[in-house]
């Protein structure tokens, strides 16, 4: 099979725009706006201000925008829960962006978060965060990290195999202490962006199987220094439409009914996944929409078999920072690579890449682009955004028609970048990751500062002291 059968040149689902300068309404922040030149403006700072001030390759985070989704995705939730007598509460997921300042705003709206890692459980503390309600998830957490979960009093451990549950009641049982634990568990529901699979069997690493939770919460409930709170399931990721909640809800209801038998269960925490819109053909479902859906689809559960609602969780992360991140880029080369006998792409090389942005490398994730620091009359043009890495996978934009008139200089912006973009980013070729900025009140601030070269040479042990042994410039 030719690499044109299984890929079109052109997307099906791209389609030439009527004005290539335009701002797709779900995918740009709602501040998103082009001033009297053009320019765009996030919140009410420019484009080209920014690059003045701080530089490119630049991620942009609008405040306001993330702490109005994290009270609009809690509020979804209270109210669906609220119509079934439930309680609810929102986990923010941290790896989806984690810094301090996001803790904290999104902790002021009033979500409790997610970490997954000892480091992500350091941020969510060093930003003040309430230890109770964090929840700590992971497929090999270390001793040191369930240590240190258990020593700050972490309110939920979501254990993922008999290996970590046995070594968790044994910290726990020296400290002291009873930890409350969830077990995560497969539903065999496994949701693709658009669409959703169910097996019997999921075939991998994350969760118990479904059939197993008997037995690995018998187990919890014979240890004094465990208390079992409930299930946990979280199907995937950038997930549209209710269906594959539901199918997954009525999967672990049917469990969590059956685990009722031999004693409390006041939790159900379904996960994250809610997707978002990347380009202007992704329709995400309203978030009240897909909450109402889902609780819906929980209570019904409950109904048939005659159990009460339980008090539900969620872990939403890309929905509440995805929209509200724009990266800033500015072009350096622009080529034109004629690709069929009547096909051009237009490769525009941009000054980030895949350190910055690795979705695209990693599975192909689609994003949308327009030119930050002009509008443009020139007819629109097949282009690729790429990076400056040594990979022909490094692109940041697989396809998008952009003016004709690109050219070196011009800023270029990638919207709804706010989600897993910062948190998978990297030192591919020695490039010293962008710092982030956020904008609140007119006024943009550092909330994550950049790397220096000097913050690469600092780690090489091969170099005693790395200021010295950098290559002088010419009018050092
Ligand atoms: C990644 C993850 C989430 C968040 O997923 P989003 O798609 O960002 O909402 C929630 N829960 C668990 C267990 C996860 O692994």
């Known amino acids: ?75 979804a939730f209270a109210q669906a829960a609220a119509a079934h007598g439930a309680q609810v509460r929102v986990y923010y997921a941290g790896k989806a962006f984690l810094s301090t300042e996001v803790v904290r705003w999104v902790t002021a709206e009033g979500l409790a978060v997610d970490v997954a890692t000892g480091g992500e459980l350091a941020i969510a503390l060093a930003a003040g965060a309430d230890p109770a309600r964090l929840g700590l998830h992971g497929n090999n957490k270390s001793v040191a990290e369930l240590e240190a979960a258990v020593q700050h009093g972490v309110g939920s451990v979501v254990l993922d195999s008999v290996i970590e549950l046995e070594r968790l009641a044994v910290i726990a049982e020296r400290r002291g202490v009873v930890q409350p634990v969830l077990v995560r568990v497969n539903s065999g529901v496994h949701a693709e962006t658009h669409d959703f699979l169910a097996t019997a069997h999921e075939d991998q690493k994350f969760g118990f199987p479904l059939s197993s939770a008997p037995e690995i919460v018998a187990r919890i409930r014979e240890l004094p220094s465990l208390r079992f709170v409930g299930l946990h399931c979280h199907i995937g990721s ?22 009722r038998e031999g004693g409390d269960v006041p939790v159900l925490n379904l996960g994250g996944g809610f997707g978002i819109a990347y380009t202007s053909v992704d329709d995400p479902t309203p978030i009240a929409e897909l909450a109402a859906g889902i609780v819906e689809a929980v209570a019904a559960e409950c109904a048939v078999r005659g159990i009460p609602v339980p008090n539900l969780a969620f872990e939403p992360g890309r929905t509440i920072v995805g929209r509200a991140g724009v990266t800033l880029y500015e072009v350096g080369t622009v080529k034109p690579v004629p690709v069929s006998d009547d096909l051009t792409r237009l490769y525009v090389s941009v000054d980030g890449g895949m350190s910055d942005n690795a979705r695209p490398a990693l599975y192909g994730a689609q994003y949308s682009a327009r030119i930050a620091s002009r509008t443009s009359d020139a007819a629109p043009a097949l282009a690729r955004v790429v990076g400056r890495h040594c990979e022909s996978g490094d692109i940041v934009v697989d396809a998008e028609y952009l003016p004709g008139d690109i050219t070196p200089g011009d800023l270029l912006a990638v919207p709804a970048t706010g989600a897993y973009c910062h948190s998978l980013s990297n030192n591919y070729n020695a490039v010293p990751r962008p710092p982030v900025v956020a904008i609140d009140g007119g006024r943009a601030r550092v909330i994550v500062r950049g790397e220096t070269i000097d913050d690469l040479l600092a780690r090489d042990a091969g170099i005693a002291h790395p200021s010295q042994a950098r290559v002088k410039e010419p009018n050092d």
């Open 1 to 75: 099979m030719s690499a044109s059968a299984s890929r079109p040149l052109v997307p099906e689902w791209l389609t030439v725009p009527d004005d290539a300068d335009a701002l797709a309404p779900l995918v740009w922040p709602e501040s998103a706006t082009r001033d009297d030149d053009g320019v765009l403006t996030i919140a009410g700072v420019s484009a080209a201000q920014l690059r003045a001030e701080f530089g490119t390759p630049l991620y942009v985070l609008d405040e306001q925008a993330v702490r109005a989704r994290a009270r609009e995705v809690r509020e």
């Open 238 to 259: 950038q997930i549209f439409g209710t269906a594959g909640f539901a199918e997954s809800a009525a999967r672990v209801v049917d469990m969590h009914a059956q685990l």
